[in-house]
Nanobody, 124 residues
Framework: QVQLVESGGGLVQAGGSLRLSCAASGRTFSRYAMGWFRQAPGKEREFVTAISWSGGSTYYADSVKGRFTISRDNAKNTVYLQMNSLKPEDTAVYYC?????????????????WGQGTQVTVSS
Protein backbone atom coordinates (compact mmCIF):
# COMPACT_ATOMS: atom_id res chain seq x y z
CA GLN A 1 0.00 0.00 0.00
CA VAL A 2 1.04 3.57 -0.65
CA GLN A 3 0.63 6.16 2.07
CA LEU A 4 0.29 9.84 1.19
CA VAL A 5 0.50 12.61 3.76
CA GLU A 6 -0.11 16.25 2.89
CA SER A 7 1.25 19.19 4.84
CA GLY A 8 1.73 22.91 4.52
CA GLY A 9 -1.84 24.13 4.56
CA GLY A 10 -2.99 27.04 6.63
CA LEU A 11 -4.53 30.48 6.65
CA VAL A 12 -3.24 33.13 4.28
CA GLN A 13 -4.45 36.50 3.05
CA ALA A 14 -5.49 37.03 -0.54
CA GLY A 15 -2.45 37.56 -2.71
CA GLY A 16 -0.25 35.49 -0.47
CA SER A 17 1.51 32.19 -1.04
CA LEU A 18 1.63 28.71 0.40
CA ARG A 19 3.66 25.63 -0.43
CA LEU A 20 2.05 22.25 0.08
CA SER A 21 3.98 19.02 0.36
CA CYS A 22 2.88 15.45 -0.11
CA ALA A 23 5.13 12.76 1.29
CA ALA A 24 4.66 9.32 -0.23
CA SER A 25 5.75 5.92 0.94
CA GLY A 26 6.81 3.10 -1.32
CA ARG A 27 9.82 2.04 -3.32
CA THR A 28 8.17 2.69 -6.69
CA PHE A 29 7.23 6.33 -6.17
CA SER A 30 9.07 7.42 -9.28
CA ARG A 31 6.72 5.33 -11.44
CA TYR A 32 3.57 7.07 -10.19
CA ALA A 33 2.07 10.09 -11.78
CA MET A 34 0.94 12.45 -9.04
CA GLY A 35 -1.89 14.91 -8.81
CA TRP A 36 -3.44 17.54 -6.60
CA PHE A 37 -7.18 17.93 -6.15
CA ARG A 38 -9.22 20.23 -3.96
CA GLN A 39 -12.67 20.29 -2.47
CA ALA A 40 -14.37 23.46 -1.31
CA PRO A 41 -17.35 23.44 1.08
CA GLY A 42 -20.49 22.38 -0.72
CA LYS A 43 -18.65 21.51 -3.92
CA GLU A 44 -17.32 18.39 -5.57
CA ARG A 45 -13.67 17.52 -5.52
CA GLU A 46 -11.95 19.03 -8.53
CA PHE A 47 -8.70 18.61 -10.37
CA VAL A 48 -5.97 21.17 -9.74
CA THR A 49 -2.75 19.91 -11.31
CA ALA A 50 -0.77 16.76 -12.08
CA ILE A 51 2.77 15.71 -12.93
CA SER A 52 4.12 12.68 -14.75
CA TRP A 53 6.32 10.12 -13.07
CA SER A 54 9.42 11.60 -14.65
CA GLY A 55 8.41 15.16 -13.84
CA GLY A 56 8.68 16.06 -17.50
CA SER A 57 4.99 16.73 -18.09
CA THR A 58 2.58 18.83 -16.08
CA TYR A 59 -1.01 19.91 -16.50
CA TYR A 60 -3.02 22.60 -14.74
CA ALA A 61 -6.65 23.46 -14.37
CA ASP A 62 -7.47 26.79 -15.96
CA SER A 63 -8.42 28.23 -12.60
CA VAL A 64 -4.87 27.90 -11.26
CA LYS A 65 -2.74 28.16 -14.38
CA GLY A 66 -0.04 30.77 -14.00
CA ARG A 67 -0.42 30.87 -10.22
CA PHE A 68 0.27 27.31 -9.07
CA THR A 69 3.27 25.12 -9.81
CA ILE A 70 3.58 21.39 -9.25
CA SER A 71 6.94 19.69 -8.87
CA ARG A 72 8.35 16.46 -7.50
CA ASP A 73 11.50 15.18 -5.91
CA ASN A 74 11.61 11.44 -6.39
CA ALA A 75 14.67 11.07 -4.19
CA LYS A 76 12.58 12.43 -1.32
CA ASN A 77 9.35 10.70 -2.37
CA THR A 78 7.65 14.07 -2.27
CA VAL A 79 5.46 16.14 -4.55
CA TYR A 80 4.96 19.86 -4.02
CA LEU A 81 2.36 22.44 -4.86
CA GLN A 82 3.55 26.03 -4.85
CA MET A 83 0.55 28.35 -4.70
CA ASN A 84 1.00 32.04 -5.43
CA SER A 85 -1.42 34.94 -5.79
CA LEU A 86 -3.97 33.07 -3.75
CA LYS A 87 -7.61 34.04 -3.98
CA PRO A 88 -10.51 33.42 -1.59
CA GLU A 89 -11.95 30.99 -4.13
CA ASP A 90 -8.86 28.82 -3.66
CA THR A 91 -10.11 27.98 -0.18
CA ALA A 92 -10.52 24.21 0.01
CA VAL A 93 -9.15 21.01 1.39
CA TYR A 94 -6.28 20.01 -0.86
CA TYR A 95 -5.59 16.35 -1.54
CA CYS A 96 -2.65 14.70 -3.21
CA UNK A 97 -3.14 11.50 -5.15
CA UNK A 98 -1.02 8.85 -6.83
CA UNK A 99 -1.78 7.24 -10.17
CA UNK A 100 -0.28 3.90 -11.22
CA UNK A 101 0.57 5.17 -14.64
CA UNK A 102 3.27 7.10 -16.40
CA UNK A 103 1.35 10.13 -17.60
CA UNK A 104 -0.86 12.70 -15.97
CA UNK A 105 -4.56 12.28 -15.35
CA UNK A 106 -7.27 14.79 -14.55
CA UNK A 107 -10.09 12.61 -13.25
CA UNK A 108 -10.70 11.27 -9.77
CA UNK A 109 -11.20 7.71 -10.95
CA UNK A 110 -7.74 7.60 -12.52
CA UNK A 111 -6.01 7.76 -9.14
CA UNK A 112 -5.31 4.81 -6.91
CA UNK A 113 -4.14 6.33 -3.63
CA TRP A 114 -5.19 9.43 -1.74
CA GLY A 115 -3.97 11.47 1.16
CA GLN A 116 -6.16 12.77 3.96
CA GLY A 117 -6.02 16.36 2.80
CA THR A 118 -4.77 19.65 4.17
CA GLN A 119 -6.88 22.76 4.68
CA VAL A 120 -6.06 25.92 2.77
CA THR A 121 -8.00 29.02 3.75
CA VAL A 122 -7.57 32.31 1.90
CA SER A 123 -9.06 35.34 3.59
CA SER A 124 -10.13 38.53 1.88
Amino acid sequence: QVQLVESGGGLVQAGGSLRLSCAASGRTFSRYAMGWFRQAPGKEREFVTAISWSGGSTYYADSVKGRFTISRDNAKNTVYLQMNSLKPEDTAVYYCAAKRARDVGTRLYEYDYWGQGTQVTVSS
